[in-house]
C-alpha cells in the first residue's frame, strides 16, 4: 500500500467512526482562543479576564485541553474493557490522566525548582537551569509510566498494541508542544525582547498543544467507535 493509499484509508476509516468530524468541531475554537489572548493585551471588553492567556493557569484553553483529556481516557477505558487482552488501553488512559494532573498542579515545575535551587541541574550553553529541572522531573516522572505501559503493552493483543503505538506518536507529539516547544520558547525570551517572535512562539506552543490534546481525543473516538465495526 502506497502512502497517498494509507493516508486516503486513515481518512476514510476516520470519517467512518465520526473521528474526523469530532476533530474538526474541537479544532473549531483554538484560532479564536489564540486571537482572544492578543485581545486581552489589547485591553478589549470581554477578554481582559486573565483566564483568556494562552500560557497562564487555569486558563480557558487550559481547561479545555485538560477537559479533552480526560475524555479521552474515559473512552480508552471504555474501549479496554469492550476488548480482551486490552490492558495497554487502561495504562494509557491513566498516562493521559497523569499528563492532567501534572499540568494542572505543576509537577515538574515544582520538581525543577526543587532541583534547581539545589544547584542538582547544570546549565550548560547559558541554557535556563529551571526548564532543564523540568526535564529531568518528566524524565523521573516517565520512568514508571513507561514500565507500566511496557508491562501492559505485552500482555495486550496484536490490534491494541499496533493502537499502542498510534497513542504513543501521538502522545510524543503533545510532549513535543509542551515540553519541546516550551523550552524552546524560553531560549527565545532569553535571547531576544522581540514581541512579535514571542507571539508567534506562543501561539505555536498554545496551539500545537492543545492541537494534539484534540488529535487525541480524535483518535481516543476513533478507537471507541470502531469497536461497534467488524475488524478488517
Not at 490490534?159 to 504513543?168: G, I, N, V
Request: aromatic residues 8%; neutral net charge.
Amino acid at each position: 500500500m502506497s502512502r497517498r493509499e494509507r493516508l486516503t484509508y486513515v481518512v476514510r476509516a476516520a470519517r467512518g467512526t465520526g473521528a474526523l468530524l469530532v476533530l474538526v468541531l474541537l479544532l473549531l475554537p483554538v484560532p479564536f482562543l489564540l486571537v482572544a489572548h492578543q485581545l486581552h493585551f489589547w485591553d478589549v471588553g470581554l477578554f481582559r479576564s486573565d483566564r483568556w492567556i494562552v500560557n497562564g493557569d487555569r486558563t480557558v484553553i487550559e481547561i479545555f485541553g485538560y477537559l479533552q483529556l480526560c475524555a479521552a481516557a474515559v473512552l480508552l477505558l471504555i474501549t479496554g474493557r469492550r476488548q480482551r487482552q486490552g490492558p495497554v488501553y487502561a495504562a494509557w488512559a491513566a498516562t493521559l490522566v497523569l499528563i492532567v494532573v501534572d499540568d494542572s498542579v505543576g509537577l515538574h515545575e515544582k520538581g525543577g525548582a526543587w532541583l534547581h535551587h539545589r544547584d542538582l541541574v547544570p546549565a550548560p550553553f547559558g541554557l535556563p537551569a529551571q526548564e532543564l529541572g523540568e526535564l529531568v522531573t518528566w524524565a523521573l516522572l516517565g520512568i514508571p509510566v513507561l514500565l507500566v505501559l511496557f508491562t501492559a503493552y505485552r500482555v495486550s493483543s496484536p490490534r491494541a498494541r499496533r493502537d499502542s503505538w498510534w497513542l504513543a506518536g501521538l502522545t510524543a507529539v503533545l510532549m513535543a508542544f509542551a515540553v519541546g516547544v516550551d523550552l524552546v520558547h524560553e531560549l527565545i525570551e532569553e535571547l531576544t525582547d522581540n514581541g512579535v517572535v514571542d507571539l508567534l512562539a506562543t501561539f505555536v506552543e498554545a496551539g500545537g498543544e492543545v492541537g494534539s490534546m484534540s488529535v487525541l481525543l480524535a483518535y481516543a473516538v476513533h478507537l471507541a467507535r470502531r469497536e461497534t465495526i467488524p475488524a478488517r
